[in-house]
């Protein structure tokens, strides 16, 4: 029996409907948590000072910039797109990347745990990676199960996802 109920044919358990985030929330939010992981990987070089506050700023602001400049790109997608008439306000398309940003708000926060002396750098990078990883299998098992997908399913989709952060992470530790 296929482990995947088609959405359509069956009743969503209550949690999911009242849980169900929007598309656009779980794509900014898998977006973001992979993004944060590039940033913290790449901050932490071999042989440099370690300076986790600047590195905490600047994966907040790489994020923001990241946020904003995504949200523009679909401003400019509406705006030359063959539907003109486009109900959705630019504020609203820019301010709907939000999740983009709230994801690498808990790897900005380790960062700043080793700013105030509780790890060292290299640790807190570690940290975020492996946060980050085990996030984005939530994320995905999360958006498989609002989908409609049974444990299984929504397990495998999860692990893809996280499948992202230990590319990160393999790749982290073979460059350094």
């Known amino acids: 029996m296929p482990d995947h109920v088609h959405p359509d044919t069956t009743v969503a358990p209550r949690w999911i409907l009242r849980h169900r985030p929007p598309e656009q929330s779980l794509f900014s939010g898998i977006y973001g948590l992979v993004l944060a992981s590039a940033l913290v990987a790449a901050l932490d070089a071999t042989g440099e000072k370690a300076d986790p506050g600047p590195d905490a700023l600047w994966v907040l602001l790489t994020a923001l910039a990241?946020?904003?400049?995504?949200?523009?790109?679909?401003?400019?997608?509406?705006?030359?797109?063959?539907?003109?008439?486009?109900?959705?306000?630019?504020?609203?398309?820019?301010?709907?990347?939000?999740?983009?940003?709230?994801?690498?708000?808990?790897?900005?926060?380790?960062?700043?745990?080793?700013?105030?002396?509780?790890?060292?750098?290299?640790?807190?990078?570690?940290?975020?990676?492996?946060?980050?990883?085990?996030?984005?299998?939530?994320?995905?098992?999360?958006?498989?199960?609002?989908?409609?997908?049974?444990?299984?399913?929504?397990?495998?989709?999860?692990?893809l996802d996280m499948l992202i952060g230990l590319v990160i992470i393999v790749a982290n530790a073979l460059i350094k």
Request: glycine share 10%.
């Open 66 to 159: 990241s946020g904003a400049a995504h949200g523009y790109a679909h401003v400019i997608a509406q705006r030359a797109s063959v539907d003109r008439a486009a109900t959705t306000s630019r504020r609203r398309l820019v301010l709907a990347e939000w999740p983009l940003v709230a994801a690498v708000l808990p790897t900005v926060g380790i960062l700043l745990a080793a700013v105030a002396g509780w790890w060292a750098e290299a640790t807190a990078v570690d940290a975020a990676l492996l946060f980050n990883t085990v996030a984005l299998f939530g994320w995905g098992a999360w958006a498989a199960r609002t989908a409609g997908y049974g444990w299984p399913s929504s397990c495998r989709a999860g692990g």
